[in-house]
């Protein structure tokens, strides 16, 4: 459905085969951003993440004209834009550390784009308060941002970049000055403005909670290189590598060195842990895999593991018992640090299951757990590729 929609869309923003390298003062070279291939439609809510130095800040700067591309082109609005100046880009940003004008009050302090663009002053009051309401901040217009709270600087410097009516919104982590209840806060505040304004807008964060909640897709880059661009729910569900699946999920995937084995047309998946059968519904994919069977990658979310005792035996092949050595109430759920019966005290075995708040478990304790295998996956364990 999604995909249908989209052929119809325009583009809005596209990098073609972009890198950036920075060559250091030694004369080493690092790659920032390798090959970076991306079509991002109109009114899309993109969101790029990935761990520490992996190349987000250098893309959004280099769509925003604060840095050049090595190679490749970048194509804002049909307009290749090489060479221009982020002031002829037709984009806002907004960034971590929103400078507001200290001496001005926020109703000037959000005037001032137009202002030195030479907006007639009556579209300039009409603007301001449009901008002002949709923030719920018209309130607020008359004073200074030092009398401001950090959520609400974090409001004007949004109604600043908004005022102007850009093609394209960028925002470089900018929640990431706010206490834990007002990025929430806020995170809303920005979902609703974008289904408001329906803007174009490009988004860095490594919080992959605001990835997940705020983007209509999400790019993923591990060291420069695109891993996976797709909607977040297809991050979650189908991560296309190790690395995709490792990222997106909390607490994170476990993941068991395997091998698959075919026993009499089944399918098991074997480590030290377990011995699992795999959905008959995987046979062709595995009999297409020209991987290793010896060198796999077992991949299991916490939440798709449970506790036989409370949830019910799902049958011979689903289920393996383990030790608990850790155990964490969450509330509707415990998440408990368990490991394989026969290696209680290697702790590089350990990982994690969440399982009902009813269960019975205890420190030190055996459990039996389930596995929901068809939502375990599988990964080459040379490539790191999403087998299953
Ligand atoms: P973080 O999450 O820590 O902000 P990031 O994903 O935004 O990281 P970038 O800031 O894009 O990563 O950096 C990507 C790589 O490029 C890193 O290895 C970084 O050290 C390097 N880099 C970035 N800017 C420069 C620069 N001006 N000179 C040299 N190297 C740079």
Redesign the pocket.
Known sequence: ERTTQRTDRDVSVELRDVT?T???EDGST????EDLDLTIYDGEFVV?V????????????MIAGL?EPTGGDIVIEGRDVKGLDPRERDIAMVFQNYALYPHKTVHDNIAFPLQIRKYPDEEVEQRVQEVAESLDIPGLLDRRPSDLSGGQQQRVALGRAIVRDPAVFLF??PLSNLDAKLRIEMRTELNKLHDRVGKTSVY?T?DQVEAMTLSDRVVV?DD?QLQQFAPPQELYNAPANKFVAGFIGEPPMNFFTARVEERGGEWWVVSDAFDLRLPDEHDAKLREWTGDLGNAEFGVRPEHLFDVAVQGDPGEGATFDVLVKVIEPMGPHMDVTVAPVDRPDDEDAEFTARVSNESDVSIGGRVTLGVELDKAHLFDGRTGENVL
């Open positions: 950036k920075f060559t250091e690092v790659v920032a951003v790029i990935g761990p520490s130095g992996c190349g987000k800040t250098t893309t959004l700067r840095e470089d982590e860095v490594h880059l420069g």
